[in-house]
């Protein structure tokens, strides 16, 4: 049986087939483009969260650490030389050293709930250090604990009983060793300058 020349053979030329290869090729380089930006933005606001929660922790740490400053001074590591319960200003390592309450002992050891902790800041960052006993020798070393990253300064800033703000404590004036060893600010002001948020200043009320 002869096929009429008006009828053809359904189907597509190369042609076709060809721009209908680009066209998927065009899409899906596109499809591609679109799911790698929203993976990249999905894992850049992943990162600002757990940016967020550093930050917090960090300055919830240290504002708990401070409301509970006690009037405790300890023993120098050699002689019967004592440091004031708070001290800043004059250690070259520590922005700032005291003594706090409330040091939970969940395990039931054999120590007290009185802890001495320092804050120091290097390349890596701000650190909180503390010692297991209050009077230590020379020979204890601190639990070095590295609490927030990407910190270019910290600051403290002390409130006397005066309503004075001070940078050094103890205020050496116009009080006895005594007291100077257990003096305790009425408020500390901390200021971190960070790479990524900038200054963020934290005021907290000591108590007692």
Do not use: C
């Not at 930050?55 to 919830?60: E, I, K, L």
């Not at 650490?65 to 004592?82: A, F, K, S, V, W």
């Not at 390349?123 to 020979?139: K, P, S």
Request: cysteine-free; aromatic content about 8%.
């Amino acid at each position: 049986m002869t096929v009429p020349r008006h009828v053809r053979t359904a189907g597509f030329t190369l042609l076709e087939v060809l721009v209908a290869i680009a066209i998927f090729a065009i899409v899906g380089v596109m499809s591609m483009t679109g799911y790698t930006q929203l993976q990249r933005q999905a894992e850049y606001q992943q990162q600002r969260l757990e940016r967020v929660r550093e930050v917090q922790r960090a300055v919830q740490m240290i504002a708990q650490d401070l409301t509970q400053i006690e009037p405790r001074p300890i023993r120098e590591p050699i002689g019967d030389q004592r440091v004031p319960a708070v001290l800043a200003g004059d250690s070259v390592e520590y922005k700032l050293e005291f003594t706090r309450a409330g040091w939970s002992n969940t395990a039931g050891l054999p120590r007290p709930t009185l802890q001495r902790v320092a804050y120091r800041l290097d390349q890596d960052g701000l650190w909180r250090d503390y010692w297991r006993v209050l009077d230590r020798t020379q020979t204890a070393e601190p639990t070095r604990y590295n609490l927030l990253k990407g910190v270019r300064s910290v600051t403290f800033r002390f409130m006397t009983p005066a309503r004075e703000w001070v940078d050094r404590w103890p205020v050496l004036q116009g009080q006895s060793p005594l007291e100077q060893e257990r003096a305790r600010p009425a408020a500390v002001e901390v200021t971190l300058d960070l790479d990524d948020w900038g200054v963020i200043r934290r005021l907290v009320e000591v108590s007692g």
